[in-house]
């Protein structure tokens, strides 16, 4: 089972994200399980979403405590401890940054945040490309896509099947675009885990 | 375009305090009506206060346990219950000799719908409570989901627009003339977009002895499906249009509106709000609804003669200066 | 037809396949995403039933009332506070007779306030004689509410479908949603036996003196006799169909030669499942899921509790002065049975704290160091204030 937890702030379509991934998986025959850690309804506020995506019939229901990905939409919420807290040592991050991981490493020496070398961290700009595209500061599209690509978890022409069951018309065909160009933007496969015999 | 004032106002502004009953930091969404009205309000009034609170957006975004954005005492008990907690407190606070003043702030839902019942037994026996509604027309923190005081045509949750239905089938319910029927001394309607008559109005209220209800027009930039940074303009137009009629009733009687100068089409207000956006749609139910929107609109206009060009009593002539609040603070 | 639903979604079809005439609700965290469903499939045209967008919960129950009592299938949805506010009102209609289904989106209740998942809303109106199954998934929650229905209109009982606030309704997983052919062979339309009509002018709702109140209050309580048949008729007939169960009145999962079992309710019986697969629990264990809590199934407790030792009962509702509610009539269903287990009640996961799978093997070391018979579980000592003071602002 890989579970999978995004860090993003209200009005970013982070729990969207999350129902995107599930239904990616769903696509491709695997089970999912995607919801939000809830608050108020209120833009700007932190939220954390979960993903869990496995070949079985998934019946944890818990809070996702010890992810093997993080995808943060926000760069701002890795200066929050809570933000890193489970994830495993082997982990990898896909932040939303317009920095390069090195770059955003060193900010955060600089005030005291020491990530781990062993942590595997990309970004995309991805807010960037969304505003180009969308005119809205709405990352999902090419961070999703990014996120697949890196970790080979699903493709990203189940995602896109995902992202077409919830929008249509020009709306689809720009986020779709996004979907090509995140994946893009990073190494395919760089993050798959190897499958064992 | 008026003259200009002789007396440099932004200095005279500096130099009087405000009174903050709300601090800042707290979570409300950029741009929200709700926040700002509040806030005004508890200008005016001054510190020796007492907030009763129902349920909602401004009880949710200032109390995320265990901060607070409050200056002033202040009570969360339910959502239905505010104007009858408030009576409880302003019963004990005469039983002790006290004349600090008792607020009930709610938001459309705990006033209009679930809160009425309350609302009307507190004015009926005539407590001495201010009562404000902050109007953000639906159920806004649970997501968007219709009120008594959604207006006709409005796009919520529960009043989607779709093949066989165009938003909100029922009309925003008149609240202020069912208030008022209650024979209260002071009711009035005001907006966030008219902070010196929205303040005038709070202190009008503390003024009288006995029930004051204050219905505070207060735009949701996300339910409404507008920019954050037009809470303002948008709730300017809902003025200019006639849609919101800004007035003051006492004992029954209308006692005086804030006339449009510059009155709007409704299709203007409707505009840079997605929940009026499909009345927009060149269709024969979209065009049907728009013109019922406008006709409500003109109702109102013509029921209290709202055109006019002369300015009205509370005119500040673009000169926002603060004044101290109430006649009992300071 | 397979798809990949929210909770909330699923439900909202779940009822739309129902075909109910009337649907009353007042919007309240979190079981707005089922009521806005169904109104958007209204909205298309897509389900014929009147929404009737009412001013509080009071009225949301007071209207599904009126309309079963007048021979429209009728449904609500609440959670929490609404579900207290209605709370006459649920008496009411289970008194009356009147067939209704509600989805009770579990949620904690104020004060302190709380818009997260505990089981205090439906906990307490369980004496307001309404039928109350607990779904432990999104698709049990999807099937028990087609066989509220067919359960309500047989018993003349309503019936509470609760299902775990955020936990369930905001999740989104994989639903079978059953075909409309499979719920209409299932479910036929609804005939009720006292209907308001002027064909047949039948009082509903008078005084009733001492002379005759005791026996029409032991006709209530007879019903939940049948409602039992009713709710193992309606699992066996429905899964017939769709070729799944829903869990009857209790399931028993596990090691059943196991000398120790845990017994839960709703979504935290997942994790626990999934703990005791994944080999967290360190030893054989026996799982009960609890299904219905009202009509409360002693004797299934008793079967699936032998062999036992020790019963590990979980809460995630407090009787405050008491204790764990389940627990309680657990004990209650097991006293005077010789070989009844040791019974641990532990309270966990009030106002939506988080369960994790882990906690349930320390629950079972902690059964070995002489754990008193109840405690909240995951309370945090560091968290209780320090002082009676209360906190005042700096300024």
Not at chain 2, 78 to 107: H, K, P, S
Not at chain 3, 269 to 288: E, F, N, Q
Request: net charge negative; charged share 20%; with cysteine.
């Amino acid at each position: 089972m890989v579970e999978i937890r995004i860090h993003g702030r209200g009005g970013q379509g982070n729990v969207l994200a999350a129902y995107l991934l599930a239904t990616a998986a769903f696509f491709e025959e695997k089970f999912s399980q995607a919801f939000p850690s809830f608050g108020a309804e209120r833009r700007g506020a932190p939220i954390t979403a979960f993903v869990r995506i496995d070949a079985t019939p998934i019946l944890r229901r818990s809070q996702v405590t010890s992810p093997r990905y993080l995808i943060l939409a926000d760069d701002g919420l890795l200066r929050v401890s809570e933000t890193l807290s489970g994830l495993s040592p082997e982990g990898a991050i896909l932040v939303n940054s317009s920095h390069a991981p090195e770059d955003l490493r060193k900010r955060l020496e600089e005030e005291g945040i020491s990530l781990g070398t062993g942590l595997r961290i990309a970004t995309i700009p991805a807010t960037r490309l969304a505003m180009e595209a969308l005119g809205r500061p709405i990352p999902n599209a090419p961070l999703l896509s990014a996120f697949l690509s890196l970790t080979g978890i699903l493709s990203t022409e189940s995602l896109g099947r995902a992202f077409a069951g919830r929008f249509s018309g020009d709306l689809l065909t720009k986020n779709l675009a996004l979907v090509s160009s995140g994946a893009s933007l990073v190494s395919e496969n760089l993050w798959k885990e190897p499958t064992h015999a | 375009m008026s003259s200009q004032p002789s007396v440099d106002t932004t200095a005279l502004r500096k130099l009087q305090p405000r009174f903050s009953g709300i601090e800042s930091g707290h979570g409300a969404c950029q741009g929200c009506g709700q926040a700002l009205a509040a806030r005004l309000v508890l200008e005016a009034a001054g510190p020796d206060v007492i907030v009763a609170n129902a349920t909602g957006c401004l009880e949710i975004f200032t109390t995320p346990w265990p901060q607070s954005a409050w200056n002033v005492p202040w009570i969360h008990s339910l959502f239905e219950n505010v104007a009858a907690v408030a009576a409880g407190i302003e019963v004990a606070l005469r039983a002790q000799g006290r004349t600090t003043r008792v607020l009930a702030f709610a938001g459309d839902g705990g006033t209009f719908d679930i809160g009425f019942q309350a609302l009307s037994g507190m004015l009926e026996r005539n407590h001495d409570v201010l009562f404000v509604c902050f109007d953000n027309e639906a159920y806004m923190n649970t997501g968007i989901q219709r009120s008594g005081s959604t207006p006709h045509g409005a796009w919520t949750n529960t009043s989607p627009a779709g093949r066989v239905r165009q938003g909100k089938r029922h009309f925003k319910k008149d609240l202020l003339t069912i208030i008022s029927a209650h024979g209260i001394p002071y009711a009035a309607t005001a907006s966030v977009a008219y902070p010196s008559d929205l303040r005038a109005k709070v202190r009008r209220a503390l003024d009288v002895s006995g029930p004051s209800f204050l219905l505070l027009h207060s735009p949701c930039p996300l339910g409404w499906g507008h920019d954050s940074a037009q809470t303002i303009s948008v709730d300017r137009l809902a003025v200019e249009t006639g849609l919101f009629p800004i007035l003051e009733m006492e004992r029954g009687k209308v006692v005086s509106s804030m006339k449009i100068r510059n009155p709007r089409p409704v299709r203007e207000y409707a505009l840079p709000q997605f929940r009026f956006r499909h009345l927009l749609m060149d269709t024969p139910e979209a065009r049907e609804e728009l013109e019922h929107l406008q006709a409500l609109a003109d109702a109102n206009i013509e029921r209290y003669d709202l055109l006019s060009e002369a300015p009205g009593p509370r005119d500040s002539g673009g000169a926002d200066t603060v004044r101290r609040g109430g006649s009992r603070w300071g | 037809m397979r798809d990949v639903l929210e909770g909330s979604q699923a439900i909202a079809r779940a009822v739309a396949l129902c075909r109910p005439q009337v649907v009353a609700a007042y919007p309240i965290t979190p079981q707005t995403h089922i009521v806005e469903a169904l109104a958007r499939l209204i909205a298309d045209g897509l389900l014929e039933a009147e929404l009737v967008s009412v001013e509080s919960e009071f009225s949301a129950a007071s209207v599904v009332l009126g309309a079963a009592s007048a021979g429209s299938r009728s449904y609500t949805a609440s959670a929490s506070q609404g579900i207290l506010l209605m709370s006459e009102v649920l008496y009411n209609i289970s008194g009356l007779r009147v067939p209704v289904v509600l989805t009770c989106a579990n949620r904690a209740v104020s004060s302190p306030v709380s818009i997260w998942n505990d089981h205090q809303d439906s906990m307490s109106v369980r004496d307001s004689g309404w039928i109350q199954l607990y779904c432990a998934d999104n698709q049990e929650a999807v099937d028990t509410t087609i066989q509220a229905f067919r359960i309500s209109e047989r018993t003349e009982l309503p019936v509470m479908v609760c299902v775990d606030g955020f936990t369930l309704t905001h999740t989104l997983e994989p639903i079978d949603l059953p075909e409309a052919g499979q719920v209409d062979a299932f479910l036929p339309p609804f005939r009720f036996s006292r209907s308001l009509s002027s064909a047949r002018p039948l009082t509903q709702g008078t005084l009733v003196s001492p002379e005759f109140f005791t026996e029409m209050r032991s006709l209530q309580h007879g019903a939940f006799d049948l409602a039992e048949q009713e709710i193992l008729a309606a699992d066996r007939d429905f899964g017939a169909l769709v070729g799944r169960d829903s869990g009857g009145l209790l399931r028993v999962e596990g090691d059943r030669e196991a000398t120790v079992g845990i017994l839960a309710m709703g979504s935290v019986y997942g994790t626990l499942k999934d703990a005791h697969r994944s080999g967290l629990l360190g030893r054989p264990v026996r799982l009960l899921c609890l299904r219905a809590f009202r009509p409360f199934p002693s004797r299934a407790i008793r079967e699936a509790s032998e062999g036992l030792s020790d019963l590990i009962v979980l809460d995630r509702s407090l009787s405050p002065g008491s204790g764990g509610i389940v627990a309680h009539e657990i004990r209650s269903a097991l006293y005077g049975s010789g070989r009844a287990p040791r019974i641990v009640n532990f309270v966990v996961g009030l106002g939506g704290r988080n369960v994790p799978g882990e906690i349930f093997q320390e629950m079972l070391e902690a059964l070995e160091k002489d754990p008193p018979a109840f405690s909240i579980f995951d309370l945090d000592p560091e968290k209780l204030p320090l002082s009676k003071d209360p906190v005042l602002p700096t300024s």
